[in-house]
């Protein structure tokens, strides 16, 4: 089973941030929190990942609490690209990625 | 960053017939690479952990004799859907890791091959 929960779907206006949620509470100190996103028909797509502190690329930036049980993900200007599931994976150097059910995220025009 | 590419992106066959999906690495040896099976609407799920140069580990309810896996060298693992029925139609995904890099790195996952058995 997936360590995470994020919620089914959420909407976000285009040009707006979207901020997507996650939930790890039961994450270990080993493991790293990913995210990937999958468009329709694609294999999933790498955004970010980190262990505890804030991370940003030219993608996304990651935002972890302090105790490290949730975390969320920032697309800071989205647009109708970014229209995807998105998904939040913790695992460790090693193991297989187990994803959950995923977010997905429509960003409407 | 490094790149995972899956071969075919498609594929119809009929039914009780087998088919190969290809998994390279294309700037990178991958020593381990992970099958996932993704059925519509559906989260993807792991099937199988190749391993090059020994057999393939194998999720509880995945067949093995029906999905054969090959990990011959360093940048190829081959997934084999033999006797296929059309319950085995689903998008079926490689990903694997560049050992090169730091031990959090990112997973890359292949483009997905869509298997339709008629």
């Known amino acids: 089973d997936a360590k995470t929960t994020q919620p089914p779907s959420m909407d976000c206006a285009e040009g707006r941030a979207a901020n997507l949620p996650c939930n790890h509470s039961t994450i270990s100190g080993n493991e790293y929190v990913y995210w990937y996103r999958q468009i329709h028909s694609q294999g999933p797509q790498y955004i970010i990942h980190?262990?505890?502190n804030n991370e940003t690329n030219e993608m996304a930036s990651l935002i972890i609490t302090e105790d490290r049980k949730s975390s969320t993900l920032i697309l800071p200007h989205a647009t109708l690209r970014d229209t995807a599931v998105y998904y939040c994976?913790?695992?460790?150097?090693?193991?297989?990625?187990?994803f959950g059910p995923g977010t997905r995220l429509s960003v409407l025009p | 960053g490094a790149v995972v590419s899956q071969h075919p992106s498609w594929v119809i066959c009929k039914s009780g017939t087998s088919v190969k999906i290809e998994c390279r690495s294309l700037?990178?040896?991958?020593?381990?690479m992970f099958w996932y099976r993704q059925f519509p609407k559906q989260s993807l799920m792991l099937m199988a952990t190749s391993n090059e140069g020994s057999k393939a580990t194998y999720e509880q309810g995945v067949e093995k004799d029906k999905f054969l896996i090959n990990h011959a060298s360093l940048t190829l693992s081959t997934l084999t859907v033999t006797s296929a029925h059309p319950e085995d139609s689903s998008f079926y995904i490689c990903?694997?890791?560049?050992?090169?890099?730091?031990?959090?790195?990112?997973?890359?996952f292949g483009q997905g091959t869509r298997l339709t058995v008629v």
């Open positions: 700037d990178f040896q991958a020593t381990t």
């Open positions: 994976i913790v695992g460790a150097y090693g193991q297989n990625f187990v």
């Open positions: 980190g262990l505890k």
């Open positions: 990903s694997a890791r560049d050992p090169r890099g730091a031990k959090n790195t990112e997973a890359f």
